[in-house]
C-alpha cells in the first residue's frame, strides 16, 4: 500500500502566499513523476504543476511565473510555493504521485486533497 499526505492548505487574502507539502510512504521502489492536481466547485480537475525524480517541470499557463514546484527525493516528497494567489487559485488540492512499488508495478496514487480558499 501507498499513502499520499498533503498538508498546508488553509485561507489566504488575494496577493498573500501558501506553501503545500506531500509526503509518500508505503511500498515505494522509486517515484517517477510528482504533481499537483485541483479541483474547483463546478470544474474539471486540473494540472497545476509536476516535476519529474530528475527535476523537470511542467505548469499550467494560469499558474507560471506565481507557482513552484519542488520534490525532495530522499524523503519521497512535493512541494508547492504558491505566491500572489488569486481568488480564482480557490480549490482542492490534490497530489499525485506516478511510482515504482516495491512489487515493480507501476502505479498512480493520489492524495486526500487540501483545500485552498483566496479570500478577503
Known amino acids: 500500500q501507498v499513502q499520499l499526505v498533503e498538508s498546508g492548505g488553509g485561507l489566504v487574502q488575494p496577493g498573500g502566499s501558501l506553501r503545500l507539502s506531500c509526503a509518500a510512504s508505503?511500498?515505494?521502489?522509486?517515484?517517477?513523476?510528482m504533481g499537483w492536481y485541483r479541483q474547483a466547485p463546478g470544474k474539471q480537475r486540473e494540472l497545476v504543476a509536476a516535476?519529474?525524480?530528475?527535476?523537470?517541470?511542467n505548469y499550467a499557463d494560469s499558474v507560471k511565473a506565481r507557482f513552484t514546484i519542488s520534490r525532495d527525493n530522499a524523503k519521497n516528497s512535493v512541494y508547492l510555493q504558491m505566491n500572489s494567489l488569486q481568488p480564482d487559485d480557490t480549490a482542492v488540492y490534490y497530489c499525485?504521485?506516478?511510482?515504482?512499488?516495491?512489487?515493480?508495478?507501476?502505479?498512480?496514487?493520489w492524495g486526500q486533497g487540501t483545500q485552498v480558499t483566496v479570500s478577503s
Open positions: 516535476i519529474t525524480s530528475r527535476g523537470s517541470t
Open positions: 499525485n504521485a506516478n511510482l515504482w512499488t516495491d512489487s515493480f508495478r507501476v502505479a498512480t496514487y
Open positions: 508505503g511500498s515505494i521502489f522509486s517515484i517517477n513523476v
